[in-house]
């Protein structure tokens, strides 16, 4: 394969990627020190989980009505987004929850995305608010100079659960393939930007597989499935279909490298801040997981839970990843493979936030008007793997997660009072 | 009561193991942890505190847009007992609208002690002028951060340009001597355009004199031209105008022009 052709022994990669890309300096490109340079993607899920762009787009917005991003937020995306694009990736990935999705609401009657009385003007609303919100996020990556993302859907991309008891659940659940046909122009154009979808069902534009690279083979899957009263949180029967004759594929082409993409944790306990804490229906014991047991998928990344953790069980690695931007909890992935290893971190940012007014969003008035963030990220956790699914070293919030065990890094409280008590400016908002 | 929240990730001081000592050169260390090795309430915990702003200066003090932009220097001197790792500024134009981040770079001084750090702002021709401000962020290199909002402001002002003329050079002196000229303002990508409506001061220097004082005070007709007298009878000596500037427009003075009265 022509961006993996070196294997390397194993102690010399895993040190080689201690001095090179796991140690690179914040602020500058993170140094490849290796030839060849390893192939990098960086995931984000969870990012945004919120909507923020200049609504002022809308024809319906008028002077005077509020708007969903300010200064301080342009600066706060464009400095966490720089802090990615240093890495150089070969890819980007989002595993759902790129906006709040609460649409074809106005909870505040603003009028912004036009009136939402009845149901035609609520799913007209819907394609505008993601015409807005999804134009951002693309636009954002390219300022940024990285790829377009692959992304999955989330919970969020077709309105957030629930789904059902209520007129507004019931709507969403109606109208889900009008959410998610709006995702998908965005991001796989409607299924035309892969060549690999699950043809015929009606996963077809929201899944997909695809080679980043000669060996390594990206995978994802959309596990929200309408039935006729409600969205579960699994394959549809279709798509499992497609997912495991694609991971067979994979197989018997001898893909080095498969990951798999969703939103859900399939495995716990994981950490979680601010979450609903949705898990795939049947966790490890769903065809799904089986499925990539059987196939011996190397990497499972998923978002959901605004928080990291490496689980690994039956071969696979599952990753935690991703945090709320507005709560200044940001991270990101950073997977780089190098011959038979490859070399996981997961980064953070120092932030303030300024609850002391909130930005406008369709439904939920969550996001604080203040929000800084430090304009380079620091390691959180390490985990780098061999192909086989060997740890050859691991730390931090990618180290072993024990919930129960006082002073593990899960059961400490994740805001450090030290850090509120350095804190030498209020962060104000504009 | 205005909320303040300040995010760390806690619980990984040594739990990075041996390579994260190799961080401490490389990049700043993840925030110290509550209840970590190292609490500020014990003396075993070392430095603690973010990077001190001792003194945050944008250089000029008043920034001219030129049809190619401005630049400024910003300079920032710090103190932190580990040293300074990075430092950065976010500029924010006169509207509030953010425009962008630099970098600093350490220009003088040594980790430990005072260090200057600089970095040069391009503003672009399309900067919006006003009253603009930068939020100053600061990491050491034990991953100590503070940041410090509008640390400093300064003003940015469209260029402008003032020519005069006074008439005739050599008068009599129970004549009258006329300054004339064109105010002209920048207009972003535009190029320069006559400025009307701008009050302009002829001023004039008796020969021997070091100082200018006030003549004559008019106002700029449609195409930027004005025009005003004043008796020659002030003797020798050099004439000249001032725009002393208005909203988004910077203070401009003509070049002198002599006269030797008859």
Redesign the interface.
């Known amino acids: 394969m022509s961006r993996l052709p070196l294997k390397l022994p194993m102690a010399a990669t895993l040190l080689a990627g201690?001095l090179t890309g796991?140690?690179?300096?914040?602020?500058t490109a993170p140094a490849h020190a290796e030839d060849p340079v390893p192939y990098t993607f960086v995931s984000t899920p969870d990012f945004l989980n919120a909507d923020n762009a200049d609504v002022s787009d809308s024809p319906y917005w008028e002077p005077g009505d509020p708007n969903s991003i300010n200064?301080?937020y342009?600066?706060s995306l464009?400095?966490v987004l720089?802090d990615v694009a240093r890495w150089r990736p070969d890819a980007t990935l989002l595993a759902g929850d790129a906006v709040e999705g609460h649409w074809g609401i106005d909870t505040l009657g603003t009028g912004i995305f036009g009136p939402v009385t009845t149901e035609a003007e609520q799913v007209a609303a819907v394609r505008l608010a993601a015409a807005q919100y999804y134009a951002a996020t693309v636009e954002r990556f390219a300022a940024a100079g990285l790829p377009l993302p692959h992304a999955a859907v989330g919970d969020h991309e077709i309105g957030d659960n629930p789904w059902k008891g209520s007129p507004y659940g019931d709507f969403k659940r109606r109208n889900l393939t009008t959410f998610k046909r709006a995702w998908a122009g965005w991001f796989t154009q409607g299924g035309a930007r892969y060549a690999q979808h699950p043809v015929g069902t009606s996963f077809d534009t929201t899944a997909y597989a695809v080679m980043l690279a000669p060996e390594i083979e990206l995978i994802t899957v959309d596990m929200f499935t309408r039935t006729s009263t409600n969205v579960v949180n699994e394959l549809g029967s279709g798509e499992l279909a497609w997912f495991q004759a694609q991971l067979a594929d994979a197989n018997a082409r001898g893909v080095d490298w498969i990951v798999v993409q969703g939103h859900d944790p399939v495995l716990g306990p994981v950490r979680a801040r601010s979450s609903s804490r949705q898990v795939y229906r049947g966790g490890p014991g769903s065809p799904f997981w089986q499925a990539m047991r059987d196939a011996h998928v190397d990497l499972y990344l998923h978002g959901e839970v605004h928080d990291t953790t490496a689980i690994q069980q039956d071969g696979v690695t599952q990753i935690s990843h991703g945090g709320l931007f507005y709560?200044?909890?940001f991270s990101y992935l950073v997977a780089q493979f190098r011959g038979d290893t490859v070399q996981l971190q997961t980064r953070?940012f120092?932030?303030?936030?300024?609850?002391?007014s909130l930005l406008w969003q369709t439904d939920r008035q969550l996001e604080?008007a203040g929000l800084?963030y430090?304009?380079?990220s620091?390691?959180?956790g390490?985990m780098t793997l061999d192909k086989d699914q060997h740890v050859l070293?691991r730390?931090?919030?990618l180290?072993v997660y024990s919930p129960a065990a006082p002073?593990?890094?899960?059961?400490?409280?994740?805001?450090?009072?030290?850090?509120?008590?350095?804190?030498?400016?209020?962060?104000?908002r504009? | 009561m205005r909320t303040l929240t300040v995010l760390g990730l806690a619980g990984l001081i040594g739990a990075l193991g041996p390579s994260a000592a190799g961080l401490a050169t490389a990049e700043p260390a993840p925030p110290p942890a509550a209840g970590s090795a190292c609490d500020p309430h014990t003396t075993s915990c070392g430095d603690v505190s973010a990077p001190a702003l001792r003194r945050l200066a944008a250089t000029p003090a008043a920034v001219r847009l030129g049809p190619a932009g401005a630049g400024v220097h910003v300079t920032a001197v710090l103190s932190d007992a580990s040293g300074v790792h990075e430092a950065s500024v976010d500029v924010f134009d006169g509207s509030g609208g953010y425009v962008d981040t630099y970098p600093l770079t350490r220009e003088a001084g040594v980790p430990g002690g005072s260090e200057t750090w600089g970095g040069q702002l391009a503003l672009g021709v399309a900067a919006r002028p006003g009253s603009w401000s930068l939020d100053l962020d600061l990491t050491d290199v034990r991953g100590n951060w503070t940041w410090h909002r509008a640390a400093r402001s300064f003003p940015v002002a469209l260029d402008t340009q003032l020519d005069f003329d006074a008439a005739p050079e050599r008068p009599l002196r129970g004549g009258t001597i006329t300054g004339a000229g064109v105010l002209r303002q920048l207009v972003p990508g535009q190029g320069y355009a006559p400025y009307a409506g701008a009050t302009v001061v002829v001023s004039f220097r008796p020969a021997g004199a070091t100082r200018y004082d006030e003549v004559a005070r008019t106002v700029t007709a449609a195409d930027g031209s004005y025009s005003t007298s004043a008796p020659a009878g002030l003797g020798d000596g050099t004439w000249r105008a001032a725009f002393p500037g208005a909203d988004a427009y910077a203070a401009s003075t003509s070049r002198s022009d002599s006269i030797d009265v008859r």
């Open positions: 201690l796991l140690l690179a300096p914040a602020g200064p301080s342009q600066a464009t400095k720089r709560k200044g909890q953070a120092r932030a303030a936030t300024d609850a002391s604080p800084h430090a304009p380079s620091y390691v959180s390490t070293a730390s931090g919030l180290d002073g593990s890094p899960g059961s400490t409280p994740r805001t450090s009072p030290v850090s509120a008590a350095r804190a030498a400016a209020p962060p104000g504009r």
